[in-house]
């Protein structure tokens, strides 16, 4: 798959999904926007436009291609081994859902690395476009980490795709504020993350906010104690005990966030 079919690919997806769920939350909203969601909407396309063209300038063709060298070369853990396709396809997208667990948590524990995440967690109201609200310098870092496990595993082409495909409509459907059936979540909550563990994580109150770091996978915070789920969901309050106007988030406020004065 070339760089462009790959580009073409992952906005389809991208673009795809958020317009499925916007159009679900204008139909069956899950609670009311507190804050303008035309100005939030407005805010976040144009960061997410940004980001995407950074992202398509500087890593979506490294990423493509370091995969593609390793799997010519046979680098990688799992080259090492003679598995058929499927389980190295397999294996490589679960071990790169633990290590963004990890890198999650480490986003939130890290000062240096939580000034950039805060513009995620900064969002007031919680919707699928929230799943797109990073800072590209977060973004970055990020996609430099998954060339190194690209390069630690040997993941080939597919898996890459897959992966990045899971993570972002997983995502979408997590900060997705459509009103969900709670026997679906349930069922869910099993093995990946539903709605209502992930909006406890964008609470406002910070000891339910350092919980629920999965991104794909739920068993993650479960193995390692960080799963969340008794608290009462009409009372979560969204977004950051500093950040309460939504006038001062517009998008030049969230691309100086990082370099802003350290806050929890």
Not at 90 to 105: N, P, R, T
Not at 182 to 193: A, H, K, P, Q, S
Request: charge should be positive; hydrophobic fraction near 50%; aromatic fraction near 12%.
């Amino acid at each position: 798959m070339t760089n462009l079919s790959m580009a073409i690919v992952r906005g389809l997806i991208s673009w795809g999904g958020f317009s499925i769920f916007l159009v679900l939350e204008f139909l069956r909203p899950y609670r009311p926007p507190t804050v303008s969601k035309t100005k939030r909407l407005l805010t976040i396309i144009s960061l997410t436009i940004l980001n995407s063209a950074v992202f398509s300038l500087l890593f979506a063709a490294a990423t493509i291609n370091s995969a593609l060298h390793v799997s010519a070369n046979h680098l990688g853990i799992l080259n090492t081994f003679s598995l058929p396709f499927w389980q190295k396809v397999f294996l490589s997208v679960v071990f790169m859902d633990l290590i963004f667990y990890a890198w999650h948590l480490l986003n939130h524990k890290a000062a240096l690395l939580w000034r950039f995440h805060r513009v995620h967690h900064s969002d007031l109201n919680m919707d699928v476009s929230t799943a797109t609200r990073f800072h590209v310098g977060e973004l970055a870092l990020s996609s430099c980490i998954k060339i190194g496990l690209i390069y630690l595993i040997g993941a080939n082409v597919v898996s890459i795709i897959l992966f990045e495909s899971l993570l972002g409509l997983t995502a979408q459907f997590q900060h997705n504020c459509v009103k969900v059936p709670l026997w679906f979540e349930r069922i869910f909550y099993l093995l990946f993350v539903p709605p209502s563990m992930h909006r406890i994580h964008h609470s406002v109150v910070i000891q339910e906010r350092n919980t629920n770091y999965g991104t794909i996978l739920s068993i993650w915070d479960r193995l390692a104690g960080t799963l969340l789920r008794d608290v009462d969901q009409e009372g979560i309050v969204i977004g950051l005990g500093p950040y309460r106007k939504s006038g001062d988030l517009g998008l030049r406020s969230l691309l100086v966030m990082p370099f802003t004065r350290a806050v929890q």
